[in-house]
């Protein structure tokens, strides 16, 4: 039995894999380069063109670019509505932001649990945490894959509420055959590097309702608008502007914009990528039984932004940390995705109490992300996978 590099033994490798790293080929410089010395590094055509490719590629009738996927939460909420006393539900395994945008706007997020197997928002909790202030809920396609969107979108539909799709993890995933983007009422993207398509920085508001995508436009550039057509006074000339409501600078650069348009060009080729190592891990992981493998819905053909590797503590002689700190002993550098949203400090002080999920702190105290990127090697697949497979010979029961 090999020894674990962290008791004394070898590591599985010399140098350290991180668990994500963005892809840039000569293409995405040439893009970049070429808009470096055009008349518009912002507020120029790359914008509008983005919007339409993510339209083309999902099937939204509407996307509104903006600065980050933060940012694109925001103006959802802001174009959903949501004021003082709204509340809206949403998972608490996600980056703080599909909760805090909802404080944005003097909302109150409301966490429903996520399903044991599957790691996504139980769509009978959510129903289970409806009430009169009810005003949306944000599904977060959580690692990449979709969401129970029939589901949810049927539940919502019968309430009257809106249902919003955080997917930052997701582009690339289809839905029933259906590239999401297009199902929800809006549907968030992220491009932050650890993704699957980076821009640097970068978010979209994908929609195809019309009235949401005036609102999503306004709210992204300072409530400023520029068409006469929404004008509240008389033009006093070709200059002429007004700001009709309070938004923000939101806007993205045409830096940005080439760089994710000339990433979509890899998309199929990034996302065959990413299954292929998932499929890898699968075959390894589920022969074992003290571990956990996330289960997919079939309606889901996912494209993959996180492997979430799950221990059973139960069988092991090591829990999570002692486990990660193993992994990256032997030069495997996992992180945690994530903290449930409720157990951060500033949402103690907002008086949220641990216990509201039990699904969700369980599989808080038992995950990591092994390293999933379209640049891993097939050897530094094999890396992790006999590192994983070593540490679990060498602590299991």
Not at 181 to 186: C, T
Not at 296 to 317: F, G, K, W
Request: with cysteine; charged share 25%; glycine share 6%.
């Amino acid at each position: 039995m090999d020894k674990p590099a962290i008791a004394g033994g070898t590591p599985v490798r010399e140098t350290k894999l991180y668990y994500g790293h963005q892809y840039i080929d000569e293409a995405d410089v040439k893009a970049v380069a070429e808009v470096l010395v055009s008349e518009a590094l912002t507020c120029g055509p790359k914008v509008p063109e983005l919007e339409r490719r993510l339209c083309a590629l999902t099937g939204a009738k509407h996307a509104v670019m903006c600065s980050n996927g933060t940012a694109a939460l925001h103006i959802a909420m802001m174009a959903a509505g949501i004021g003082e006393g709204d509340e809206v539900i949403t998972s608490p395994i996600t980056f703080a932001a599909s909760a805090n945008c909802v404080l944005y706007c003097g909302g109150k997020p409301v966490f429903a649990d996520i399903k044991p197997d599957t790691y996504n928002i139980d769509p009978e909790s959510v129903r289970a945490k409806i009430t009169d202030r009810t005003r949306a809920v944000v599904a977060v396609d959580y690692s990449g894959q979709a969401a129970a969107l029939d589901e949810l979108l049927a539940l919502c539909r019968e309430k009257g509420i809106l249902l919003i799709e955080d997917g930052a993890h997701s582009i690339g995933t289809k839905y029933k055959g259906k590239p999401v983007g297009s199902i929800a009422d809006m549907t968030v993207f992220s491009f932050h590097p650890v993704k699957t398509v980076t821009g640097g920085e970068g978010g979209a508001v994908l929609t195809n309702n019309d009235a949401l995508y005036e609102k999503l436009m306004l709210y992204r550039s300072h409530g400023i608008v520029k068409d006469a057509a929404f004008f509240e006074h008389e033009s006093h000339g070709p200059w002429y502007h007004e700001q009709i409501d309070l938004g923000y600078n939101y806007r993205i650069t045409d830096i940005q914009c080439a760089l994710i348009l000339s990433q979509l060009d890899k998309l199929e080729m990034f996302s065959a990528r990413r299954r292929e190592i998932v499929n890898k891990y699968n075959d390894a992981f589920s022969k074992i039984p003290e571990l956990f493998v996330q289960q997919e819905i079939a309606e889901s053909d996912t494209t993959r932004h996180l492997y979430i590797l799950r221990i059973n503590p139960e069988m092991l002689r090591i829990d999570r940390k002692g486990f990660f700190e193993a992994m990256a002993a032997e030069n495997i550098c996992c992180n945690v995705h994530y903290i449930p949203v409720y157990w951060h400090p500033y949402y103690e002080k907002l008086g949220y109490k641990k216990g509201l999920c039990p699904n969700a702190e369980k599989l808080y105290e038992e995950m990591m992300s092994l390293p999933l990127y379209y640049s891993m090697t097939d050897e530094d697949v094999d890396d992790v996978i006999r590192a994983v497979v070593k540490l679990v010979d060498y602590y299991k029961k």
